[in-house]
């Protein structure tokens, strides 16, 4: 397997002042999302137990107002004291199509939004904001063919990838530090592939995330004293989903549109099983349920702390190889995917075998 160089040292010089400059934005962004995340504590929205959930107690929910909050105001102060960047559409575009996404999804945790038709029409608006902004996946990297250029077809592509990244990461979101501790996970393993690329702007996007989303764990894990909602699923689920693009689009050395699909393998890989699962058995797909393969191994026994540590465990893996996978030839990029498939099928296997053993699908 063939390797390339780093540009590291050719993009990002970073001394001892610009790294305490970046901690401190670091300290302050995470100490703006407790607070917040403390004051929507205290606002008492609360989400009520059903028979599909996963909680039994009455819990705050729209936690996920101080990761749409923290991030953004990070965004903006990145914008204003930010150096070297000549084109900011992007980034505002990005930030714009996120915040109407999140806005939605906060509706739909006052309880003032019921149908998943809404939703699904906020987040093609918000990608049609980020393709009136230049964000648009209008090449991929495929192993023995190289770069494809999408043409027309880069349209489609990039409404499914996001439209579908944000679902997953919505219906992932079900235990206690689940979303959560897989979104701090998948940012830091970003933002160190784009310190390693030389990408400053998404470096600095991609820490701000880390930053806000931890903020709000504080409250989330162990044991959950508020939940993030739909604002701030949906919202990072979108966000994380245009980053790629904005990665690939950068006019900074990109990253491989493939990082960010690796990254959230665990996922998506969940999704699309109890989605064409679902599909098959004639139920309504949209409708909340309890089959997802994390909820399966929460009902068979594992506590909310032991299955999110697992899947940010899962993502701590597919990250490192991630930081790995830049840096590899097409057909090493693919062994890594295929090696990830394998698990994931074998997991699979396992989770659903025990699960039928006991009646629970």
């Known amino acids: 397997m063939e390797t390339t160089k780093s540009p590291v040292s050719d993009h990002i010089e970073m001394t001892l002042d610009s790294i305490f400059h970046h901690l401190v934005f670091v300290g302050i962004l995470f100490v703006g999302a407790v607070l917040v995340t403390r004051y929507m504590l205290k606002r008492q929205i609360l989400a009520l137990p059903n028979h599909r959930s996963s909680h039994e107690m009455p819990t705050p929910s729209s936690g996920g107002v101080s990761i749409v909050l923290i991030t953004l105001l990070g965004y903006l102060a990145y914008y204003v004291v930010g150096e070297s960047i000549t084109n900011w559409l992007p980034l505002l575009g990005l930030g714009a199509a996120s915040l109407l996404v999140a806005v939605v999804g906060l509706f739909d945790d006052l309880g003032r939004l019921a149908s998943f038709k809404i939703k699904l029409l906020s987040q093609i608006v918000g990608v049609a904001i980020l393709l009136a902004c230049g964000l648009v996946v209008d090449r991929v990297t495929l192993p023995l063919i190289g770069s494809v250029e999408l043409g027309l077809w880069s349209y489609l592509v990039t409404l499914v990838w996001v439209v579908g990244l944000t679902n997953a990461f919505n219906f992932m979101d079900g235990l206690d530090g689940m979303a959560g501790g897989t979104a701090v996970v998948a940012a830091l393993c970003f933002a160190l592939i784009a310190f390693d690329q030389g990408a400053i702007l998404i470096f600095v996007v991609s820490y701000v995330i880390a930053a806000s989303v931890f903020g709000f764990l504080v409250y989330n894990f162990p044991k959950a004293r508020i939940f993030m909602g739909d604002v701030g699923s949906q919202f990072l689920g979108f966000l994380f989903a245009a980053l790629a693009v904005l990665a690939l689009k950068t006019g900074e050395p990109s990253i491989s549109f493939w990082v960010m699909p690796l990254l959230f393998f ?39 702390p032991k299955v999110s540590l697992l899947y940010a465990g899962m993502c701590t893996s597919q990250g490192i190889a991630a930081i790995w996978f830049v840096n590899l030839s097409g057909v090493g990029q693919s062994l890594i995917f295929l090696t990830f498939l394998l698990f994931h099928v074998v997991y699979l296997l396992v989770v659903t075998r025990a699960a039928r053993a006991r009646n629970l699908l």
């Open 266 to 304: 665990h996922f998506i890989f969940d999704t699309a099983y109890t989605f064409v699962r679902r599909l098959r058995a004639g139920e309504v797909v949209t409708d909340a349920h309890r089959s997802h393969l994390y909820q399966l191994i929460n009902r068979l026994g594992w506590s909310h």
